[in-house]
């Protein structure tokens, strides 16, 4: 037999080539006797028909094939009955033997083989199990053992009912193959090993009578070590799992592949974990099964975590009245949240997104602006908006805006009230501050009204000004006294005495006048005809200039039936004070004065003294109320600072206007009754 | 030749007695009242000597001062003033050089005399 163009590379080819000739056998030919086969071909052949020859050509095929197959030395082909009768055997077979053909025919198969296989050959026929593959050890006629692989079919169409065909295969032919492929399969098996026990869940195998082959360390360090074990030999885990894994498991030995959330308890701890159970199926059994249990506790937590971020997010982006926003370069809105929506005046988000983002522009030339410096630095913040609303509104917004090369994002808020509030505040802002500046300018007056007040009753200052205002007097007094002493035959000594007592006059008026400003004390309240004091003080002062004469106009005939309620000694002072000012501004040019009246409202009366004088000067004219200020070459200094001391004690006033070289005009205002108080304000100085 | 003086001060009675002192030490005495007519005597006559009041109304001694040495750096001149801080107020407003003397009122009227008279 030539057999040496087949040249298997390894067992499974052998084995498949050879089921292919068999099964074609089997299904065509087997069951034919060769007379009704040849019978078939000469009818095939009379017909010369092309399926005639199709046939022809395939069975001389498969004859050579078969008949190679059949013949080769290290297969040994063997047809059995249902019940294990050997009812047809190869050659090689009967040399593995070592008996002859026909001393096998109708014997047991299992009388040819080693007692433990022929225990469990038996038992795999009985149910006529097909597909199986197993090794065997063939008992020889001297009882040595002959080790062969097992390819057992279980053919059931046939005219001679269901029988069994058996492919043998020696071991001996193959080891040097199988050695190297157990070896591979034994480092593949490694590898997977190692896998399995890195794999971060628990892992298990059992093969098909359910003891446990393989469990990796996790699944170990969950339920305990049952490597060895089978599943009602488990102890240490709950009931409630076990009764779940014998359910699952027998579902797998089924065929079944279960994928199944379940929760277990591992070490009191509850958890979630996916039950994958996996049949392994070999040749179309159920050789065991592959489960695993992953762990989802914690990717059930991240999961929750995250749809409640989701959730929040959501919430946050449709409550918050922050505008969240994407839109294309071309304005078309690619997102929005609900604060846009209402921010624009739209019912919906919906509304808002149809509508081009242009037309919320105010200005659409704004549009352009943004785009050029959005394009060119690729993000804005704080960028101010002047947008409108969908009823027309106008909004002042206030965006942080990204642009990513496509598209527009980011958010903005609505700061039209904010605005509205700054203008208002600044509103209020200026308002506070003109009153802060008048408070402050109050503060000021008051102020230098203390240190004024502090500065008369200084003592030292009172006594400083005496003394330099006696200086005048006394230098005349010593003139004339020398004089007196040196003038011969007592020539105008009358002169001179004259002289001395005019300066003892003058001495003695400054004297009082600081005494009386240094005791100036709260008005002894009197009804008083003013008409009278006024009248008094005009002659006193023509009295007092009559050198010069000075041209005096009374016209306050209205206050002829007025009285007031006053200090008459004080207002005296003060109305003669003002008197002799006017007469010495006069004095110069020959000037007039005029003293008028007027009488408001039954509440106050206003005098008036009015001067043709030269003026004052404009440096001058705050200063001229305050205590010591004099321009005169004689003079305290204090008539002013007296007259508006007591006019305010009176609750009254006085003002100025003066414009130089024209004259000037004092106006006293006082109430008439005491409680109508007119003003504490200093004097309001006023240049015409 | 009889010396002239003009004296200027707002104090009437003081420039009587003033004068009535210098005639009886033989000068020729003019008074004047205030600053304005002060000025106008200066520009219209000449004087040997200027007795001037510091403080007068219109223009004062220094400003006076001013004028009579612009038109007689020869012509000799006097401040009198009731403040007792004349020569700092000279100083103060560069004048010191303008005047031949100054005095504080009340002043020892014999002590100026002899000075007045040392005036060739």
Known sequence: MDNSNFQPQKEGDVIEFAKNILLEKADKLASMPVEEINTLIGVLKST??????????????????????????????????????????????CNWLGISVKDIINKKFSTYISDPDSQLFESNIKPAS?????????????NSLFPVSANMDLLANGKEGPFIILILMAKSKFTGLEKEAQRRFSLKNSQIAALIQNIPFDFFMLDSDGTCTLQNDTSKNNWGDFTGKKLKDVSGVSDKVLSIWFNNNRRAFCGETIKEEVEYEVKGIKKRMLNIISPVVNEGRVCGILGCNIDLTELKTALIKLKEAEEKFKYLADKIPVGIFKTKISGEFVYANTAVAAMFEFSSTGDLMRENIIKRYNNPQDRLVFLNEIKSQGKVSNYEFNMVTRTGKAKHMLGNIIFDGEEISGMFVDITEHKKAEAVLEEDRNSFKKIADESALAL?????????????????????????????????????????KHSKLNLGIDKHIANINKKIDESEQIINNLLFYSRIKSPHYQKININEILNECIDQAREQFEKFKPEIHRKFQCLENITIDADPTQIKEMCSNILNNACDAISEKNGTVEVSAEYINGDYIKI?????????DEAHLAKIFEPFFTTKARGTGLGLAVSLHIAHLHHGNIDVLSRQYEGTTLVVTLPINRANGYSNHEPESIRE | MKKRILISDDDVEFCEEMREVFKANGYTVDNESDGLSCERAVRKNSYDIFILDYKMPGLN????????????????????????????????ENALHLVDGFLNKPFDVDGFIEQIKKIK
């Open chain 1, 48 to 93: 010369e028909s092309r399926e005639f020859l199709e046939l022809e050509r395939r069975t001389k095929e498969f004859c050579e094939k078969y008949h190679k197959l059949y013949n080769l030395d290290f297969l040994g082909f063997v047809k059995l009955t249902n019940e294990g009768v050997i009812c047809e055997a190869n050659p090689t077979f």
């Open chain 1, 130 to 142: 097909i597909k199986l593959q197993f090794g065997l050890h063939l008992k020889k006629r001297d």
């Open chain 1, 444 to 484: 000021l007056k008051a102020q230098k009204d203390l240190f004024n007040a502090k500065h008369l009753s200084d003592i030292g200052t009172l006594a400083a000004t005496i003394a330099h205002e006696l200086r005048n007097p006394l230098a005349a007094i010593k003139l004339a006294t020398y004089n007196m």
């Open chain 1, 608 to 616: 008036y003294f009015k001067d043709t004088g030269m003026g004052i």
């Open chain 2, 61 to 92: 001694g220094i400003e006076i001062s001013r004028i009579i040495k612009a038109k007689d750096p020869e012509a000799k001149v006097f401040i009198i003033s009731g403040k007792h801080n004349i020569k700092e107020m000279l100083e103060a």
